[in-house]
């Protein structure tokens, strides 16, 4: 007849110094030091002869306990010194690590009962298929294209527009702004568009003089700030006319 032993495994040193003080009913505060020590290494000598490796965080916590435990036999030389207990910092970890452990035991509460849960916002709308039967069960096809009709029909009417090219180029301005140079010699700026018909020929008319301006054909001259602007002609018609 074989026997068997169940060990428990715990998560580490002081999730099984936590259990031993909540199953002997250990003052966490007051610790028994020396049976608290003995009970930790029996673990460790039950494990190491069932073959189970334990990390080197259990063999460092039984280092501190015999630490703790050499230190409280030690006699007390400094009576008139406030001794502090050896045992503080271990009372101080263990309080902390039960203090998470507690918090993670809720945590896994809510998690459990939220897995419970299926909120509809959190769904993916994008990747839902849904079925037309559902949304089109007392709709007929009928019904839809003469909806569809009737919008149509209620659509504004559009506007159409008729643009009208208009054929003028830079070399057909230059040459009117020398026709009407030829004989004055100087004019303004003001009196050589009075003619033009719309805004594209007073544009091209424009940039036809700053070619002209930049070849040195004409210059453009202003008596006094705020005065006419005058363009004045550097060649004769024959010139330019050769040289276009």
Same mark, same amino acid.
């Given at each position: 007849m074989s026997y068997n032993v169940k060990l428990d495994v715990f998560e580490g040193p002081l999730d099984l110094l936590l259990f031993f003080i909540k199953r002997d009913e250990i003052n966490i505060y007051d610790i028994p030091i020396s049976h608290v020590t003995r009970e930790f290494l029996d673990y460790i000598h039950l494990?190491?002869?069932m073959n189970i490796h334990l990390a080197g965080e259990f063999l460092e916590m039984a280092a501190i306990l015999m630490r703790i435990k050499s230190k409280m036999l030690l006699p007390d030389e400094k009576d008139d010194e406030e001794i502090e207990d050896p045992r503080t910092?271990?009372?101080n970890m263990l309080l902390e690590y039960r203090k998470y452990k507690e918090i993670s035991k809720q945590l896994d509460k809510l998690e459990n009962k939220s897995a419970c849960h299926?909120?509809?916002?959190?769904?993916?709308?994008? #990747?839902r298929e849904y079925d037309p039967d559902l949304f089109l069960s007392d709709v007929s096809l009928f019904e839809l294209s003469s909806l569809f009709k009737q919008l149509l029909r209620n659509m504004p009417e559009p506007k159409y527009y008729?643009?009208?090219k208009i054929d003028i180029s830079i070399q057909e301005q230059r040459s009117y702004i020398m026709d009407r140079l030829?004989?004055? #010699?100087?004019?303004?700026?003001?009196?050589l568009i009075r003619d033009l018909e719309n805004k594209i020929e007073v544009i091209v008319t424009f940039l036809a003089i700053l070619e002209m301006v930049k070849l040195d054909r004409i210059k453009i001259k202003q008596d006094d700030v705020f005065?006419?602007?005058?363009?004045?002609?550097?060649?004769?018609e024959e010139d330019f006319e050769a040289s276009a």
């Open positions: 494990a190491q002869q910092n271990l009372v299926f909120p509809v916002h959190a769904m993916n709308r994008s #990747k008729e643009v009208e030829a004989d004055t #010699k100087r004019m303004s700026f003001r009196e005065e006419e602007i005058y363009l004045v002609s550097n060649a004769g």
